[in-house]
């Protein structure tokens, strides 16, 4: 009985310190900053420390500020599964989160109208969870006609200037016109595309962030 009554107080103890090793935990890491996006963010067709997201770590770290960037960018994911995956972004408890979604929202002629509320859903509980937020802009091909185009874009201006978010309304504005900059399939950023990426967010990013002592 000793030795049971011992384990259970054993038990009970390492239980009730949960919180305060996490806590400590999370007080020595680093704070989070999350890419949360679809391939553009995953790095689609590109090697392994080439999206967007390594170089922002590699820029981050180059200026001092102590930030662990996790990418959490899904092929094919549209604002739909942005709002069906929160639960697994706020889990990592980040400080700041870059909002990279509604490409393929508009590649598949999505009504603007549930690219809106989807995003105000995904910001609104970034928002609740105080967590800060870049919302990152996209555009479409040409061939989706003008009207369409305009409405998809305006659906970022408006849920940036909803949420008083920090924003960058076009994602690919300095990159479009540089050779090499896009994959053969004229939608992915190449390494180079990527990098430039880095560099058009940095400075809308810079705002948001800290230097630890």
């Known amino acids: 009985m000793d030795v049971r009554r011992r384990f259970i107080v054993s038990l009970w103890l390492i239980l ?3 919180p305060a090793l996490i806590a400590q935990t999370r007080a020595a890491g680093r704070p989070v900053l999350v890419c949360y996006g679809d391939s553009i963010t995953a790095g689609y067709g590109l090697r392994t420390g080439e999206s967007y997201p390594d170089f922002l770590q590699q820029k981050l770290d180059a200026r001092g500020y102590r930030y ?4 959490q960018g899904t ?8 709002v069906a995956n929160l639960r697994s972004i706020l889990l990592l408890h ?3 989160v870059i909002v990279e979604f509604g490409g393929n929202d508009g590649l598949r002629g999505l009504p603007p109208d549930q690219t809106r509320r989807n995003l105000d859903q995904v910001l609104t509980a970034l928002e609740s969870a105080h967590i800060k937020i870049l919302l990152a802009g996209i555009t479409l091909p040409p061939n ?20 008083h978010a920090a ?3 076009m994602l690919y504005k300095n990159l479009v016109h540089v050779p090499g900059a896009i994959q053969a399939d004229g939608i992915h950023p190449t390494a180079k595309g990527s990098e430039i990426i880095a560099d058009t967010l940095f400075p809308v990013l810079k705002p948001l962030l800290h230097k630890s002592q």
Do not use: C, M, W
């Open 68 to 71: 662990k960037v996790s990418n």
């Open 16 to 18: 009730l310190a949960g």
């Open 75 to 82: 092929s094919g994911a549209t604002t739909k599964d942005a």
């Open 167 to 169: 924003f960058v309304p």
């Open 144 to 163: 989706y006609g003008k009207d369409y185009i305009q409405s998809f874009e305006q659906v970022f201006r408006d849920i940036a200037a909803q949420h």
């Open 94 to 96: 980040p400080e700041i």
